[in-house]
Nanobody, 124 residues
């Protein structure tokens, strides 16, 4: 059974960068589109990026487009999220999920349960 674990979060100043990892176990990530979601304090969890299988098409919400890059390394069974030019409003708990498909930047359906997430805190 596929399981995903997020890591790489931390405390960073505005304008800084972080790289999050979404590591898989139990199955190969090759077969699954992967989406990233985040939940800011007091807000609902929201999707913001998705990467398809095979050719690895990528999709982003406007709020992160041009600053975040999603990629996959199937050999390492890991999906990455490179986050640059971080803003205070990027502060959130970040999650990844294996989806049925990418509906634009929204990962639709889920093959995995929500993991613990990884906390990203951006300070001024």
């Amino acid at each position: 059974q596929l399981q995903l674990v997020e890591s790489g979060g931390g405390l960073v100043q505005a304008g800084g960068s972080l790289r999050l990892s979404c590591a898989a176990s139990g199955d190969s990530l090759d077969y699954y589109p992967i989406g990233w979601f985040r939940q800011a304090p007091g807000k609902e969890r929201e999707p913001f990026s998705c990467i398809s299988t095979s050719v690895g098409s990528t999709y982003y919400a406007d709020s992160v487009k041009g600053r975040f890059t999603i990629s996959r390394d199937n050999a390492k069974n890991t999906v990455y999220l490179q986050m640059n030019s971080l803003k205070i409003e990027d502060t959130a708990l970040y999650y990844c999920l294996a989806a049925y498909y990418c509906s634009g930047f929204v990962a639709a359906g889920n093959f995995t349960s929500w993991g613990p997430g990884t906390q990203v805190t951006v300070s001024s």
